[in-house]
């Protein structure tokens, strides 16, 4: 079981929370606490071997924490998550054989491309996939097809899994933090399109991929993980695009399997990640 | 203040200690924790923003700790080091620039070398350097020569920076896990001389280095920090050599850094290090 | 084109090939060589724009070679392979969506596995799933039943995808240099079985996986690619399998890639591999 | 004897160079080619075992070559360099012990600091440090005071070890591509003053190290060399500064060993690195 507690700091916090824990006999199989000093807040993971009723503990815990906590038990995690594709395959299929072999520690729900191109490899796997056309609507027309579709599905997350269209604030507004993207450069390097062609030019020696939250502003929502491999002169910019897949379907994948182990905390456009 | 505990695992350490801890209103900087479940051992390291009365303190720990527990409470981290070392600079040069600048979180009392090669570098930065030869005589010799001039320094720590004699049981002894050694392979490959001759002949695609600390068994000790560089078909065994020197550089320089702080625990022949 | 060349070294063999080459009007598109001093052995691989007549040109470069040299054309570079697995799927899952993705740089003709479970991903992807137990028989039938299987389909290589039977001398004698393993560890450490229990016994650092082809000696043949990544104290065996089955499946997916380019060269049980 | 070429790409040029080469009799310890398709331009790096007369061999070689080459003959290679800093001691560190024990490929010539801080590290090895105030006086005569010191020396390269001021336009023409400067991020990320607070403030995962060539863009010249480290939520901005003080000191040593043996080509502010 996972508890994930998260207020303003205050002397004796970790007192508190592991004395309500140890009264219930609860086996902490691991506590991770941060403090952010500069904004005077706190943030703890706890993981316990045990699954017990979780509004009792939220109650105790309550009693002893600041009134702004806010409090996360997750007695059995399992995330549902719908996942945004164009017409890469690699973040979507490493996701599929995760979700078939149930080690993504969610569950795909369905699959919606802007191209028809990953409909097979998704029905192979029996998963539901959508084509919804970007072409010849407005922008709100085709947001508006998505979000008919995957409402009733209620997923916790909506995985951006080489989406290559631009989603609104006012879609994203409907996903506060819960929308995923991959982005293939190491941000805030490289913003917005063709980033290894900008990479190219630039003549980098290092490519990268970045998993973040979706905010309004492109590309600069809230880091959850990035990573960069080496590249030289003798790259173009389609072999940058090809050495870059694998590092975006490692980053995404590392990236969802923290979110969906409630390993990360977002505030201030920032994430706190207890890896 | 560092506080670091180490004892058998029982529910309530974590509530009882931060309690103690609390009370004190004692600011908590950072905290980790960690439970080897198979053997029921439970290790803390508390960094605390005051400086209190470390006597007192321990025994309110002790009071709500099991018998075996071990308290070590330290005040103001910095370590006294000697360092051995035979003809190759660049650990201890790195050491030296670190000891000159105040950033190696040790004092370096004195570098003894059983060749004269390294004189000038160490009195470049007015360090006491001992020239004592292994020729001519037995390595017991050897090694009460050494014994001798160390013992007026009462270091806290030993450390091995390309030292190329294997310390006898008996003096490593008089150390124990205070003789901190950088291994140049990624142990437990190559272990004993000659690693990289061994790399190359092997056709490895990695080397390493692995900084440890000395026990009975050549190469055997407990791992503390270690790390790989990528090589190829087209390094010549100097050529493993030369690269190899910056990752035993660094990787030492991160393991001296993690026992100074009071990050390393060791038990069963294994670390707990809380980077 | 792909042309590979290697032979004993002399004064003049870069101008020799080059001169060949460029009195066909062949752009190069890239050239790598590499002598080995020690040994006197000179490699090359070719790569130009054009597809000339194979059987013209090698005549032309063996006019101009030592009498010993090897010289190997691919016009298309397009392998066969027949997979080996057990029951661990992580390997074989990027290889099958490579595979259908055509970005395998080789066609998947059948898979083995020595149990059941990987038959529905196999036939998912419309590939030839073939069980054969290695239960109540001896080695010997064991692999007869497995060689009749595979013989009609001439594989160019074997793929051991986290196939855990260790394959007999003479078995692996059929397919010289054609068998390419995953092993989970960085080799030499922690040869045979269970090299993450070794790992986390030995208390190390790092851990990593090693693709290498498969000689008579276990775990000993020729290394292709390797590559680590760190664990710390809190890894359980458990923790460090999953983690490596991250990095076991990028290595050998690089070291296949590798291959079927004709971008590696065996010789004295080490390679040569122009990235 | 390292010979390096560039000049425009046509059918032949391996051929035509590697014949001059053999015709000598001269043994190609390694030789690397780049061609660069869309610009046209071929680049070449040779090193031969043998040390002969470079004007008869340029000769030779242009006789071959388009009339646009440069050829560019390094008997022994050994460069000149004049090292400028401000505070920050760990790169200017790394060189001087470097140049100390002959492993630079470079004589450290002077060192001239903004502010004296560093002149007892550089006299206890015997350079001269000069320091030259940047306060009460205008950019320009700050510059010139600074070309009157390094003049008399002709050094080959400057190298801005954590030298924290910006470079006139005017001042950097006088040593156009032999101005190499460390900065203290993945370029083209954070560029400009205080990037570890920029970092911090983005929540980025990594944080980095670039060398490049100082051209008259800032931080926009031709990357020679750069590398990524994680970070995560409890680095503060001091701790990204440690952190990143180890990735910078390497960085720069690699790039400064890469231009020091001749290994690095700048075309359309991108470089060429044979590695």
Redesign the interface.
């Known amino acids: 079981m996972i508890i994930v507690i998260q207020c303003a700091d205050q002397?004796?916090l970790?007192?508190a929370i592991?004395?309500v824990?140890?009264k219930q006999?609860?086996?902490?199989?691991?506590?991770r606490?941060?403090?952010?000093?500069a904004e005077n807040l706190f943030f703890m993971r706890l993981e316990v071997e045990e699954i017990i009723d979780p509004i009792q503990l939220e109650h105790q815990l309550k009693s002893v924490l600041p009134t702004d906590a806010t409090i996360h038990i997750n007695p059995i995690p399992h995330k549902k998550i719908a996942v945004l594709v164009t017409k890469e395959?690699?973040c979507l299929?490493?996701i599929l054989?995760r979700n078939?072999?149930n080690t993504l520690g969610a569950t795909v729900q369905c699959v919606i491309g802007n191209h028809d191109d990953l409909r097979d490899?998704c029905e192979?796997?029996g998963i539901q996939f959508y084509h919804v056309s970007h072409e010849e609507k407005s922008k709100d027309e085709f947001e508006k097809q998505i979000e008919a579709l995957i409402q009733p599905y209620a997923p916790d997350y909506l995985v951006l899994a080489k989406f290559m269209r631009i989603l609104s604030p006012a879609f994203v507004a409907e996903y506060p933090m819960r929308v995923i993207n991959i982005h293939h450069s190491?941000?805030?390097?490289?913003i917005g399109a063709n980033p290894y062609r900008k990479a190219y030019e630039?003549?980098?020696?290092?490519i990268?991929a970045t998993a973040h939250f979706v905010s309004n502003e492109l590309d600069e929502g809230?880091?959850?993980?990035?990573?960069?491999i080496p590249v030289?002169?003798?790259f173009t910019v389609p072999d940058m695009v090809n050495a870059g897949k694998?590092i975006e379907t490692?980053v995404l994948?590392r990236a969802l399997k923290l979110v969906f182990e409630d390993r990360v905390f977002v505030y201030?456009?920032?994430?706190?990640?207890f890896?």
């Open positions: 002397v004796g970790v007192a592991s004395s824990v140890s006999q609860l086996n902490i199989i691991s506590m606490e941060y403090v952010d000093k395959y690699h299929a490493d054989i078939f072999f490899v192979r796997f190491f941000l805030p390097a490289f630039r003549g980098v020696k290092l990268g809230p880091i959850i993980a990035q990573q960069t030289n002169h003798s694998e490692s994948a201030n456009n920032k994430t706190v990640v890896e």
